[in-house]
Nanobody
């Protein structure tokens, strides 16, 4: 069992920045690929970004590419999402997720563990 706890959400103006963190409970953190998803009001949960076990490979959805950066610190069992140039359409609850398998990072059902989410609100 892996527990994931997100933090760092909040209210920010359009064009601003936030850094989300997700702390994992297990020392085997580096055996999991990690990702961030988000769910906006009235929308389905969508993939945002993912990072490989060692951190060398990263993946982004088209909507955030060039603005968001995912990274991880395996020594601290933590994954981050640096969000710059935020837009009102980025408003959502952001979730981190962990998966063991080398599966399609975009698919929600490929993930084994989820955090409780952190709210990000971008005002115009």
């Amino acid at each position: 069992q892996v527990q994931l706890v997100e933090s760092g959400g909040g209210l920010v103006q359009s064009g601003g920045s936030l850094r989300l963190s997700c702390a994992a409970s297990r020392s085997t953190f580096d055996t999991y690929s990690m990702a961030w998803f988000r769910q906006g009001p009235g929308k389905e949960r969508e993939s945002v970004a993912a990072v490989s076990r060692g951190g060398s490979a990263t993946y982004y959805s088209d909507s955030v590419k060039g603005r968001f950066t995912i990274s991880r610190d395996n020594a601290k069992n933590t994954v981050f999402l640096q969000m710059n140039s935020l837009k009102p359409e980025d408003t959502a609850v952001y979730y981190c997720a962990a998966r063991r398998g080398a599966t399609n990072w975009r698919i929600r059902t490929n993930y084994d563990y989820w955090g409780q989410g952190t709210q990000v609100t971008v005002s115009s």
